[in-house]
């Protein structure tokens, strides 16, 4: 039996561990994306951080590792793009100037084989992706990982060693079904960083009128983050905009600058924003 082919091997996955750690470590700063359960706006707040990353600046990777569901490529309109591969590595997608995207959707044939995938294989393919990527050197990576506190977001945060932190994307009811909470505990359990909590999906502005209504409750997130000890980054509204730019393949805040959600979602970021002003030695604000 050839060894060397075996994943269990020990010898290859010392090495895999090193060249995990290797290309890691060219990014200087990695942010994990969490959601208790799908659905909540998880890509979503991904794809924007990631963008407006790019747009402060930085240079940014996008990494869409939701192996059941891996919905960049429809949210950055690179559905179907194909991947340059040269042996087992894997080049990313340029998206404008300062971002790279990479998306597990991109090596499926078809949308449905992710969910055949078994439990072994699953954490195998998140590894591979994880260290097969050349992203080169890059300021920022945002990484969209599977939803929930299982094995496969288990795989995630414990591949990327030195991640400086989580965001936790909830809506206001999931927070009332202590979704967050199980996210919250499963972070420190690994003693990953929470850099805080993102209500989504917070009240809806009638975009006639202006008034606020609060479709399922609030203040949820913000009270929640504080009996926890976490920060609370803030509540994004609905906008029926938010769909149609992801319907349509167009990061939002790339076509909405100034909505009260454009702004929540950029207050939301900063402090992500001024991580990369600490590790460039920019004054933070
Ligand atoms: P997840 O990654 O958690 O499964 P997605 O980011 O794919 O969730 O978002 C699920 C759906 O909710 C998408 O159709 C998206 O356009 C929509 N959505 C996300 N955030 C908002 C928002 N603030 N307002 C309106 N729709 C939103």
Redesign the pocket.
């Known amino acids: 039996m050839n060894t060397a082919a075996d994943p269990r091997d020990p010898a290859r996955q010392e090495r895999e561990r090193r060249e995990l750690k290797e290309r890691l470590g060219r990014i200087r700063h990695k942010v994990i994306v969490l959601?208790g359960k799908?659905?909540?706006?998880?890509?979503?707040?991904a794809a924007n951080l990631a963008v407006c990353l790019a747009e402060s600046g930085r240079t940014a990777g996008l990494l869409d590792i939701?192996i059941h569901?891996p919905?960049i490529p429809r949210l950055m309109n690179l559905e179907g793009r194909p991947v340059e591969m040269a042996g087992e590595t894997i080049f990313p997608v340029a998206y404008g100037e300062k971002l790279k995207v990479m998306s597990i959707g991109f090596l499926l044939r078809r949308e449905q084989d992710a969910v055949i995938w078994r439990g072994p294989l699953k954490m195998s393919i998140i590894k591979q992706f994880l260290k097969d990527v050349e992203w080169g050197e890059l300021d920022f990576l945002v990484i969209?990982s599977p939803?929930g506190t299982g094995d496969e977001p288990l795989s995630v945060c414990q591949l990327v060693e030195d991640a400086d932190g989580a965001i936790v994307?909830a809506t206001p009811q999931a927070l009332a079904l202590a979704d967050v909470r199980k996210s919250i505990n499963f972070c420190r359990k690994l003693g990953l960083r929470i850099i805080g909590v993102i209500e989504?999906?917070s009240g809806f502005i009638c975009p006639k009128c202006g008034e606020l209504t609060e479709v399922f409750g609030s203040g949820g997130g913000e009270a929640m983050s504080a009996e926890m000890g976490v920060p609370f980054l803030g509540r994004?509204?609905?906008?029926?905009q938010?769909?149609k730019a992801?319907?349509s393949g167009t990061p939002y805040l790339s076509v909405c600058r100034d909505t009260a959600?454009a702004r929540a979602f950029r207050q939301a970021f900063q402090p992500v924003i001024d991580l990369g002003r600490r590790g460039a030695g920019e004054p933070g604000e």
């Open positions: 959601s799908g659905g909540v706006g998880k890509s979503t707040v939701d569901g919905s969209d939803p994307v989504n999906m994004i509204p609905i906008d029926a938010v769909v992801c319907d959600a």
